[in-house]
């Protein structure tokens, strides 16, 4: 099985800055996309931004130029750079990854991190 584990969630004042990480683990031969979601209260999840292993990325329109997905492959590990952040980012951010494990393909989703962000 694989396993996901994010990190670095915290409240934050508007136009402050935040990183998160997310490391995979367990019997995980390969990893294609790993990526960020979000879900704020009485809303749908929705993808923040996404990265596959030969490093293309894909932002949401709400995050882009505010957000820096990165990864690094040899650990396994996502991150995501958040600055100027907004009191509409406010919501738990999810880690995703599209990963080859003993029973084949599949996607895998962390516990989830809160991010606040208010004065």
């Known amino acids: 099985q694989v396993q996901l584990v994010e990190s670095g969630g915290r409240l934050v004042q508007p136009g402050g800055s935040l990183r998160l990480s997310c490391a995979a683990s367990?019997?995980?031969?390969?990893?294609?996309?790993m990526g960020w979601y979000r879900q704020a209260p009485g809303k749908q999840r929705e993808l923040v931004a996404s990265i596959i292993s030969d490093g293309r990325t894909n932002y949401a329109d709400s995050v882009k130029g505010r957000f820096t997905i990165s990864r690094d492959n040899a650990k396994n590990t996502v991150y995501l750079q958040m600055n100027s952040l907004k009191p509409e980012d406010t919501a738990v951010y999810y880690c995703n990854a599209h990963a080859l494990s003993r029973t084949g393909w599949a996607d895998y989703w962390g516990q989830g991190t809160q991010v606040t962000v208010s004065s």
């Open positions: 367990g019997s995980i031969f390969s990893i294609n996309a």
